[in-house]
Nanobody, 126 residues
Framework: QPQVVESGGGLVQPGGSLRLSCTASGLTLDYYAIGWPRQAPGKEREGISY????????????HFAESVKGRFAISRDSAKNTVYLDMNRLKPEDSAVYYCAVGPWGGFDDADFDYWGRGTQVTVSA
């Protein structure tokens, strides 16, 4: 069974930055779309960003929800089998558990992904 693991969460002040990492065993992440859904306390999980695979008919494009567009970025390091979510100009409303999700095409819905990490907590607070 493939395993997906997120890391990099923590406490950051408003306006600060964090980098989350997603790595996997049993999966070559380049062949998959990678999403970063998040779930804040008392709220439903929401898809905020994903990057398409770099092979086949996919162009490796990154997609962002309006709430994070211009502040968040996704990138891949193929040699490390790792995908990063760089979060800048963080706001308190960005506080949530962030998940790494792996799937064939990507999207903003949970159903778009087949494999999930356990999540990493991001807290934005002064």
């Amino acid at each position: 069974q493939p395993q997906v693991v997120e890391s990099g969460g923590g406490l950051v002040q408003p306006g600060g930055s964090l980098r989350l990492s997603c790595t996997a065993s049993g999966l070559t992440l380049d062949y998959y779309a990678i999403g970063w859904p998040r779930q804040a306390p008392g709220k439903e999980r929401e898809g905020i960003s994903y990057i398409q695979s770099t092979g086949g008919s996919s162009d490796g494009a990154a997609h962002f929800a309006e709430s994070v567009k211009g502040r968040f970025a996704i990138s891949r390091d193929s040699a490390k089998n790792t995908v990063y979510l760089d979060m800048n100009r963080l706001k308190p409303e960005d506080s949530a558990v962030y998940y790494c999700a792996v799937g064939p095409w990507g999207g903003f819905d949970d159903a778009d992904f087949d494999y999930w990490g356990r999540g990493t907590q991001v807290t934005v607070s002064a």
